[in-house]
């Protein structure tokens, strides 16, 4: 019957496609750029309205192709927000409501093992799948103040992925099963208010955030996470921004053997404190953009536990790695590049460090352990062609095993505690606040795309990740080397098609293929297993 309905679905969803405006908004601007041989100048989001009008005010559309002549006129069009409900003295108010219907299927094509769903990690995981309902709601005060939130109705992380129910691995669906509702009680996931200037902007609030120029992700700070909880500066200028946040987490000890009673503060038997407390995250970052073809950014993060608030947690200007506190605290730096040598394409890469360390410190009893690096470089470009833009790119990622999660806690881990209704017990899920392979890993990543203004877009793209067996649960000893790939390495292989498309204003549908090839799956030696995956949805908004 669950396959019945997914057919039901694929079929409605077939003719039309859509698309994410907010990330497809940012990739129409990006090409306006390239069009004119400049780089996109400053890749911290999200972008505020105010920002992005500015952006897309730089751009001469008298020099752009046909085609990115079309592109702009929309871009700007859908800047110029209609509210439902204002007042003379300076209120706006708007709502809506979206429902989506959504089927999503997964066929184990081949294997040489005892396969079970319950092992199985979805491509179209949580993160790609849509609510049933979404409810936003947001007012804008005096051209000031702007506040948002969204209700949804979205099934929890269990219903994707869980390791004890084989029933919640095997849903085809995001509509509810109203005899034992699995949705996830957790939201809002984004809920905002933004004091806003021509040149700057405060946020208070949740929503997500990506620092950097990477298709897959970023060293970081990226979006791969659910949300974040955040108090966000930004300024920005024609060649300087400068963004500075501060993010709360949850409690949290990636071990649970420690051994006999300790006082707050002191370490267990594993050298993980026994008391983790407060923890949060906190960054900066600097860009710079010289000649309209180079850009350069600087980011410097550390994840530290302690005190819920300390004055010093205020000098965003800081280098958070003089504070000398490794008891209790991680930093990581990243030195970002983007170059524009010609139109219509750019390289670029990252480069973090989370510890340099000398020949005498690696091989003495001294420093902080070995040198643990990450990297990323690729190319990207975008072409207009016809009514649109043809595009692709090509990415590169290594991550070192001991990267994210070096010394004590915190480690650079977003980790939420949840009360899941599918297994009626606390789950914590874990994710990278950098990239999402997490350590230990390399990515290559190729893709090619053809994106048809608001009627279609349409995307090929192939992924390789070789990956360790290094986890946030690994222990840190700074004394033992680990070099990559650690232990038995996985390697999957996607092949990915997504079509999507909105044609009309309150229409939208998409779909996703995927066929995915695992050797050494969970790095078990010789198992292999192939995969399929399909997903659908249509979109009403009202």
């Known amino acids: 019957m669950k396959f019945q309905i997914f057919i039901l679905f694929i079929i409605v969803s077939?003719?039309?496609?859509?698309?994410?405006?907010?990330?497809?908004?940012?990739?129409?601007?990006?090409y306006q750029y390239l069009e004119q041989g400049m780089g996109l100048p400053f890749k911290s989001f999200p972008y505020t309205a105010n920002e992005f009008q500015?952006?897309?005010?730089?751009?001469?559309?008298?020099?752009?192709?046909?085609?990115?002549?079309?592109?702009?006129?929309?871009?700007?069009?859908?800047?110029?927000?209609?509210?439902?409900?204002?007042?003379?003295?300076?209120?706006?108010f708007d709502t809506g409501i979206d429902v989506i219907l959504?089927?999503?299927?997964?066929?184990?094509?081949?294997?040489?093992?005892?396969?079970?769903?319950?092992?199985?990690?979805?491509?179209?995981?949580?993160?790609?799948?849509?609510?049933?309902?979404?409810?936003?709601?947001?007012?804008?005060?005096?051209?000031?103040l702007y506040v948002k939130t969204v209700i949804s109705a979205k099934e929890e992380h269990m219903t994707v992925n869980s390791p004890t129910e084989a029933t919640a691995s095997e849903n085809n669906s995001n509509v509810f099963d109203f005899d034992s509702p699995a949705v996830d009680i957790h939201v809002p996931y984004e809920a905002i208010a933004s004091l806003e200037g021509e040149h700057w902007t405060i946020q208070l609030g949740r929503d997500n955030l990506s620092w950097g120029n990477g298709q897959t992700g970023n060293l970081v700070l990226s979006d791969y996470s659910d949300f974040y909880d955040y108090l966000m500066v930004n300024t920005w200028w024609h060649n300087f921004k400068f963004s500075t946040v501060y993010?709360?987490?949850?409690?949290?000890?990636?071990r649970d053997d420690r051994e006999g009673d300790y006082e707050d503060g002191v370490t267990g038997s594993d050298g993980i404190p026994d008391n983790i407390g407060y923890q949060a995250f906190i960054g900066h970052r600097f860009d710079l953009r010289f000649f309209k073809r180079l850009n350069f950014a600087f980011v410097e993060a550390v994840t530290y536990?302690?005190?819920?608030?300390?004055?010093?947690?205020?000098?965003?200007?800081?280098?958070?790695?003089?504070w000398t506190i490794p008891e209790k605290a991680n930093s990581l730096m990243c030195f970002e590049l983007e170059y524009i040598p010609w139109k219509y394409f750019y390289l670029y890469g990252q480069l973090a460090m989370d510890e340099a360390a000398t020949k005498y410190e690696e091989e003495g009893d001294?420093?902080?352990?070995?040198?643990?690096?990450?990297?990323?470089?690729?190319?990207?470009?975008?072409?207009?062609?016809?009514?649109?833009?043809?595009?692709?790119d090509f990415e590169f990622v290594h991550t070192d095993p001991y990267l994210y999660h070096r010394r004590r806690p915190p480690y650079f881990y977003n980790v939420r505690k949840i009360w899941s209704v599918v297994t009626d017990s606390e789950e914590y899920i874990i994710k990278p606040i950098g990239h999402?392979?997490?350590?230990?890993?390399?990515?290559?990543?190729?893709?090619?795309g053809y994106d048809w203004s608001d009627l279609l877009r349409a995307n090929l793209s192939y992924d390789y990740l070789v990956q360790g067996e290094t986890t946030i649960d690994t222990y840190y000893d700074r004394l033992v080397r680990l070099e990559y790939p650690v232990g038995i390495v996985e390697t999957v292989s996607v092949i990915h098609l997504g079509l999507e498309s909105h044609l009309f204003k309150f229409f939208s549908a998409g779909l996703d293929f995927y066929y995915i090839h695992t050797s050494n799956f969970s790095h078990v030696e010789g198992q292999t297993s192939e995969d399929l995956e399909i997903a659908g949805f249509i979109k009403f908004s009202l």
């Open 54 to 92: 500015s952006y897309l005010d730089r751009i001469d559309p008298a020099s752009l192709s046909k085609t990115g002549k079309i592109f702009n006129d929309l871009t700007g069009e859908r800047l110029k927000k209609d509210y439902i409900y204002s007042e003379p003295e300076g209120f706006k």
């Open 305 to 322: 536990m302690g005190e819920p608030f300390l004055i010093h947690d205020l000098n965003s200007l800081m280098a958070y790695h003089n």
């Open 102 to 144: 959504e089927g999503f299927y997964h066929k184990n094509l081949t294997n040489n093992f005892d396969f079970s769903v319950q092992d199985y990690i979805w491509q179209y995981g949580f993160e790609e799948r849509h609510p049933l309902f979404e409810i936003p709601l947001e007012a804008d005060i005096l051209d000031i």
């Open 247 to 254: 993010i709360v987490m949850d409690e949290y000890s990636p």
């Open 436 to 448: 999402e392979t997490g350590p230990d890993a390399e990515l290559w990543h190729v893709e090619v």
């Open 366 to 392: 001294g420093g902080g352990g070995q040198s643990t690096w990450a990297w990323l470089a690729g190319l990207k470009g975008a072409y207009p062609l016809g009514p649109g833009y043809i595009h692709g």
């Open 14 to 30: 077939f003719p039309v496609f859509t698309q994410n405006f907010y990330y497809d908004d940012i990739s129409s601007l990006e």
